[in-house]
C-alpha cells in the first residue's frame, strides 16, 4: 500500500558530492523514522543515517562529518546528502520508512517499508 523510491544514485569521482532522495507514496497516514541503510558487494546491509519524525538524526560510524540526512515531512521524502565520497561508499543505497496507518475498523499499526535501492559508484 505504500512505495519508496529512491533517485539520485550514480557513478561519481571519488571527492565529489551526492545528493539521495526518497518519495514515499501510497496509503498511510503517517510517517515515523526515516533512513538509509547501504550494501556494498559482499558485505552485510549497514546502517547509513536515520531521522526521526522529530528530527532527531543518528550516523553510522564511516559516514559521520560526511553524510547529512534530512527530511521534509510535507512532501513525504528523505534525503541523503554525500559529500567528500570515497571508494568505500560505493554500494546500494536503500531508503526506508516507518509506516503509520490508523484507521478505524483495522486499528493502529506500524511497519517498515523499503525502497528498490539505488546504486551509489565511486572510482578513485
Do not use: H
Request: hydrophobic share 35%; with cysteine.
Amino acid at each position: 500500500q505504500v512505495q519508496l523510491v529512491e533517485s539520485g544514485g550514480g557513478l561519481v569521482q571519488a571527492g565529489v558530492s551526492l545528493r539521495l532522495s526518497c518519495l514515499v507514496s501510497g496509503r498511510f497516514d503517517r510517517v515515523n523514522d526515516m533512513g538509509w541503510y547501504r550494501q556494498a558487494p559482499g558485505k552485510q546491509r549497514e546502517l547509513v543515517a536515520t531521522i526521526t519524525s522529530g528530527g532527531n538524526t543518528d550516523y553510522g560510524d564511516p559516514v559521520k562529518g560526511r553524510f547529512t540526512i534530512s527530511r521534509d515531512n510535507a512532501k513525504n521524502t528523505v534525503y541523503l546528502q554525500m559529500n567528500s565520497l570515497k571508494s568505500a561508499d560505493t554500494a546500494v543505497y536503500y531508503c526506508y520508512a516507518r509506516i503509520v496507518v490508523a484507521v478505524v475498523v483495522e486499528g493502529p499499526y506500524e511497519y517498515d517499508s523499503w525502497g528498490q535501492g539505488t546504486q551509489v559508484t565511486v572510482s578513485s
